[in-house]
């Protein structure tokens, strides 16, 4: 793997930076995401998500100590998105059922000797990647580049503006399983509606549900409605299934999986969730402190 960070140290590019710009405090990692081998596997478009327990004031010094190897090498890049966040994307999606090591090494930022250096491997399992068609209401999964199986769905049905963006639409792109619970208590708040005596307030108990956005998007097993199943688009924004269908999609669902959503007007902001991949490389490299500064 061609690792940004060693690239720029070999090709010097990177100056090392002096003890005065050494990171005041000792810096540490708070949380990293996913969850090691021994705990989950995760899909192919996977983010390793890095949070600091303080702001990192110098961010190409501390980027440089961040590195990746994977089995089956394939290019990425780190992508600061909060003063205490960076993200590591690849340019294509992983190579599925190998495993790949993230090592931290802030000892050697100087100044902060004190802090412990962190290796996590991660397992990467099956290419899980599902396409769903809003337009013809069906959910095409592959695993490992084979058809697995059809599942009929319904989308967003529309039709509730809010701040000039239709709420009620399934956003079209590239979604990655954030997470799933097998029951999922789903609200009305989300619309600011509490007030059980208002028409537009519900609360159920949503089985096989699998989130693929901060913004409340999971595909999940239809709530009755089974009419509307690869027939027309009714939901408030998820993917609706077929009881057969999404319980077999959450059992084989990893954290990391993709699912790409077409047919919708209303586009998924690179934000929501862990919607990486709606940055082209070129703009995602952009995030890079190392790159930055070797320009």
């Known amino acids: 793997m061609r690792l940004i960070a060693a690239m ?10 002096s003890v005065a710009q050494a990171q005041a405090g000792k810096l540490e990692i708070a949380d990293i995401t996913p969850m090691d081998e021994k705990t989950e596997k995760v899909g192919v478009g996977f983010p390793i998500i890095v949070t600091f327990d303080r702001d990192v004031k110098d961010r190409a010094a501390v980027e440089a100590l961040l590195q990746v190897q994977a089995e089956k090498p394939v290019d990425g890049a780190w992508r600061w998105v909060a003063p205490r966040k960076v993200i590591y994307r690849t340019k294509f999606y992983w190579k599925a059922h190998q495993t790949v090591t993230f090592t931290a090494q802030l000892s050697k ?4 000797q004190a802090a412990k250096d962190v290796t996590r491997r991660f397992a990467v399992g099956a290419a899980n990647i599902s396409v769903v068609d809003t337009r013809k209401h069906v959910m095409r999964v592959t695993r490992d ?3 697995a199986k059809k599942i009929p769905i319904s989308a967003g049905r529309g039709g509730l503006v809010k701040n000039g ?3 009620y639409l399934t956003t079209s792109g590239v979604h990655l399983a954030m997470n799933k619970k097998p029951m999922e208590t789903m609200t009305s708040s989300w619309l600011g509606v509490t007030d059980p005596k208002d028409p537009r307030y519900y609360k159920e108990e949503i089985p096989w549900a699998v989130r693929i956005s901060d913004s409340g998007e999971y595909v999940h097993q239809s709530a009755g409605y089974y009419q509307f199943l690869g027939r027309s688009n009714q939901s408030h924004g998820c993917v609706r299934a077929t009881p057969a269908g999404a319980k077999w999609f959450y059992g084989i669902t990893q954290r990391g999986d993709v699912i790409k959503i077409t047919g919708t007007k209303r586009k998924l902001d690179w934000t929501n969730g862990w919607s990486y991949w709606q ?3 070129t703009e995602w490299k952009k995030g890079s402190a190392l790159l930055t500064s070797s320009r």
Not at 8 to 17: K, R
Not at 109 to 112: A, C, E
């Open 8 to 17: 720029a140290l070999a090709c010097g590019l990177l100056a090392v930076p």
């Open 109 to 112: 930022l100087p100044g902060n």
């Open 145 to 147: 580049g084979k058809l």
């Open 165 to 167: 963006v239709d709420v």
């Open 279 to 281: 940055l082209n490389w």
